[in-house]
């Protein structure tokens, strides 16, 4: 008999009803907290190589609002116009620009044996924004490693970036998502850094407290508003502009429609003093911007049929019927060209055919060449 | 790279399979190793790499040397030319290793206190003070490497002729960031027979990586953001008890990260079959300070007690018989090595003088027990045992002052606060489960060493497989809801 009583029959059965109690625990708290699946850059590139479709939409998480509309046009337009969602997590300009760069052009640029497009028919991009974009850091905690083109690297470019830099909290990012993949279906996984299970467990036994819940509301809620409010002085760092400028190069010389649309924000975030400085300052040379290249712009940071309980708890995201709302609304107006209905730019043919440089005929909301 | 980062679960199995599905030979386990040590190093700096492959090599040529020149018999005298060669050898060793380490440990530290003196005699700065990154690991793999040197040179330890075992022996990947500071009488026989992995290697290495891995990972991490760093920031802004509450919470995050660590270090260890130096022993029982160094980072402390201390209170200079003194050169050099800064000098000098002043008690205390048989039986009763527990662990956790506060004037402010008035304001919000947990965890890990403890250990462990596998799934369910995200690098990596 091993020392301590150990045979590897022991130790296996051990690890197993290990494994099996960590299982059962995993399924008892689907209840409390079920995992959210999100869709990531990895898994809207395959859709991408599969769909071939005639929209993209690239922004951050909130580019995952345009998988509600991406439906909604679909149903419209009896599947013509296809809307492909690309989220980078937390992302801002260069990390989109990297994107474009490293993931989405390959895709639209591979062509096969007789030197045709593989997958020609992007008429419009959607470049879903808003000013926090535009800042260098994430405004107040001076930390790099949430500016994340982790979420959009392969193996290769995390061994890179290793290769040069040692492992860093930036590039382990890319392992965490990696980890998060692998498990998305448990709920002891994908709960890490949100806290739904203890909160869920706490209610479970003491039931709600409606006081404390009201406190963190405001609470949070101050702290969303001195958010917006201090982002002006963080607005437009040279390095994101740069690649905001690069990303709808890219577009253009791709013969690709380019509409910058402002994303909603909630209401009740947004003070007056934050519509007049940050929001008012973002909007305004973002417009000027898109009027320099000739590419649309649509505002819907105000203008937009949402209220506060159309948000998420984080008062980022909007709720999935928020997104069913926000997506007709929008087909009904300023992105109704995206089913054909309303301006246009690019003509029918397909990109390859090299029209719509000239793009650009206006937008619902401004935006004039 | 650390033990307790995600990235250790992807690195692990990747080596644990090569490890062990590959030819089994020692050449083949040992260039695993060696090759996954490498890439645990080089993802903290490829480029300081060539540091510790030059200091290994040196270690090892010399060595080799030591070992060519052969051992002169005792009766030899020490002027014979082999024994001056061999002394040659073992000082030009000692110098490049010890020479490496003060150019990128010390040499900044020195030059400022240099410059420090000048300025304040008034005169200009002479020395130009020099930044250096640390080499990680390199306090340790020094010791380790000197260590060799002197086994090698006293004739203790044959010399390593194979490099890839030696490389290994200095750098195996757990032992790299804090540790344990190997033997080579312990550590190179194993590198040097293949390694078979067994069903009780398996299990206690996987037990000791899960303990340890909840001291860091629970208990470090969570005390460190909520209970001490705050404190320790801006002590001014809190009351005595919330001071006490922090120092205590950082004598615990000290033991549960730095404990933790050589855990999983041995825990992974076990898992490659090999077993490395015990390195903590319940110090928090301990009943006296020096009982608490024989307890507290073992490694270290019987390194500068055998290498240091004994040769210097045992040899022909003014240290002989003074162990008072020895001990104060001791802690000096231990004070030292865990930072080039004015407080761990204070640190060490507090140590040094309370073990010498220990040490005089003691002997003092000997010849009345010699003398009066009574003297005996006080010190063996329970009041003698609580104030000896208590004067011992009081001493260590005030001398954590100056050790973790960043210069000696704030030392003496967080000092001054714990003698002053307030209480655990601003703490308050910081206690739940969470606490309640650490100090249950605290107390019941050294709890369960004393009285009944160990019996209630055994009947845990003689608990069928299927139950205490239940046990275990808990706890790691546990730990993935509470584990603080981003678990923090280790405390003596740093060193």
């Keep these: 008999m091993p020392a301590g009583g150990w045979t590897w029959g022991k130790v296996l059965l051990t690890g197993m009803c290990a494994l099996a109690t960590l299982a059962a625990v995993d399924v008892a708290l689907h209840r409390v907290a ?56 937390w992302g801002k300009y260069t990390p989109y620009a990297w994107v474009l760069a490293h993931r989405i052009l390959p895709i639209l640029e591979e062509r096969d044996a007789s030197g045709a497009l593989r997958r020609p028919s992007l008429r419009h991009v959607l470049l879903v924004t808003e000013w926090w974009d535009s800042t260098a850091l994430d405004p107040g905690t001076g930390s790099i490693t949430m500016a994340l083109p982790a979420r959009a690297w392969q193996w290769k470019d995390f061994l890179a970036d290793v290769r040069e830099h040692g492992l860093t909290p930036y590039n382990q990012n890319f392992l965490q998502r990696v980890w998060r993949e692998a498990w998305s279906f448990s709920t002891l996984v994908q709960d890490r850094g949100y806290e739904n299970i203890t909160k869920g467990l706490k209610e479970a036994i003491r039931g709600k407290d409606e006081a404390a819940e009201r406190a963190s509301y405001d609470n949070r809620m101050r702290g969303w508003q001195s958010m917006v409010e201090d982002g002006a002085s963080h607005l437009f760092d040279p390095a994101q502009v740069q690649s905001l400028d690069d990303i709808v190069g890219t577009f253009r010389r791709l013969g690709v429609d380019v509409t910058i649309v402002l994303y909603p924000r909630m209401p009740g975030t947004l003070t007056q003093k934050a519509k007049d400085t940050t929001l008012r300052q ?37 709720k999935p019927e928020g997104n069913r709302r926000l997506a007709e609304w929008a087909l009904d107006g300023d992105l109704a060209f995206l089913a054909g209905r309303v301006g246009g730019c690019a003509g029918p043919g397909p990109r390859a055919e090299g029209a719509n440089a000239a793009a650009a005929t206006g937008s619902a909301t401004g935006g004039e060449p | ?166 490389a290994i022996f200095v750098g195996f990947f757990p032992q790299l960031i804090a540790g344990p500071i ?78 933790g660590y050589s855990l999983m270090a041995i825990g992974t260890g076990r898992l490659f079959g090999l077993e490395l130096p015990e390195n903590f022993r319940y110090p928090f029982l301990s009943k006296s300070l020096a009982e608490f160094w024989r307890r507290w980072h073992i490694s270290l402390n019987t390194w500068l007690f055998d290498y240091l201390f004994a040769p210097l209170t045992t040899g022909r200079s003014w240290f002989r018989g003074r162990a008072g003194a020895g001990f104060l050169v001791v802690f000096l050099v231990s004070g030292l090595w865990h930072g080039a800064t004015w407080t761990y000098v204070l640190w060490g000098l507090a140590h040094g003088v309370a073990l010498a002043g220990h040490h005089a008690y003691d002997e003092w205390y000997k010849r009345n027990c010699r003398r009066d048989r009574r003297w005996v039986a006080w010190r063996k009763a329970t009041p003698y045992a609580l104030a000896s527990w208590f004067v011992t ?57 004393v009285g009944a403890g160990p019996a209630w250990k055994g009947r845990f462990l003689a608990l069928p497989a299927p139950v205490r596998g239940v046990v275990y799934g808990l706890v790691l369910a546990f730990l993935l809801v509470y584990v603080p995200v981003g678990a923090s690098t280790f405390i003596y990596a740093q060193f």
Aim: aromatic share 12%; with cysteine; charged share 15%.
């Design chain 1, 34 to 89: 079920p995992p959210k699946p999100l869709l990531e850059v990895d898994e809207a590139m395959a859709q991408y190589e599969a769909g071939d479709p005639t929209v993209l939409a690239l922004g951050s998480s909130h580019a995952r609002s345009f998988i509600a509309m991406g439906r909604a046009l679909s149903e419209r337009t009896g599947g013509t116009e296809r809307i492909q969602a690309v989220p980078v997590e």
């Design chain 2, 393 to 449: 662990q009081v001493f260590f956790v005030l001398t954590l002052v100056p050790f973790r506060a960043p210069s000696i004037g704030a030392a003496a402010d967080f000092a001054k606060g714990l003698l002053g008035l307030g209480g655990a304001e601003g703490l308050g919000q910081r206690f739940g489960l969470q606490a309640g947990a650490c100090v249950l965890f605290f107390a019941g890990y050294h709890l369960l060493e």
């Design chain 2, 1 to 166: 790279m650390s033990l307790v980062g995600l990235e250790f679960a992807f690195f692990f199995p990747l080596v644990f399979l090569a490890h062990w599905l590959g030819p089994r030979r020692a050449a083949w386990q040992n260039a695993v190793l060696l090759l996954a040590s490498v890439v645990f190093y080089a993802t903290w700096n490829l480029g300081l790499l060539g540091v510790l492959a030059a200091a290994t090599a040196v270690s090892f040529g010399a060595g080799l040397a030591l070992d060519v020149l052969g051992t002169p018999a005792p009766e030899a005298a020490p002027t014979t030319p082999g024994r001056r060669r061999r002394k040659a050898v073992l000082v030009a060793a000692i110098v490049a290793e010890l020479g490496l380490l003060g150019v990128f440990k010390y040499s900044g530290f020195f030059a400022e206190s240099f410059n420090a003196l000048l300025v304040g005699l008034g005169l200009p700065d002479a020395l130009p003070v020099l930044r250096l990154v640390l080499p990680l690991g390199i306090s340790y793999t020094t010791l380790i490497q000197v260590g060799y040197l002197l086994e090698v040179y006293w004739g203790r330890a044959p010399a390593c002729r194979d490099p890839l075992a030696y």
């Design chain 1, 282 to 318: 973002f909007s305004d040379r973002m417009q000027g911007f898109a009027r320099e290249r000739g590419v649309r712009f649509v505002d819907m940071t105000f203008t937009n049929p949402l209220t506060d309980a159309d948000f998420e708890v984080d008062f980022d995201h909007v």
């Design chain 2, 182 to 259: 190997v033997r080579a009488r312990v550590m190179l026989p194993q590198y040097l027979v293949p390694r078979r992995l067994t069903s009780a290697g398996a299990a206690s290495g996987a037990g000791a990586f899960l303990l340890g891995f909840v001291m860091k990972a629970f208990v470090a991490d969570w005390l460190s953001p909520r209970v001490v760093d705050p404190v320790f920031a801006d002590p001014a802004s809190f009351g005595a008890v919330a001071l006490w509450i922090a120092l205590l919470g950082y004598a615990t995050q000290l033991f549960c990260d730095f404990a």
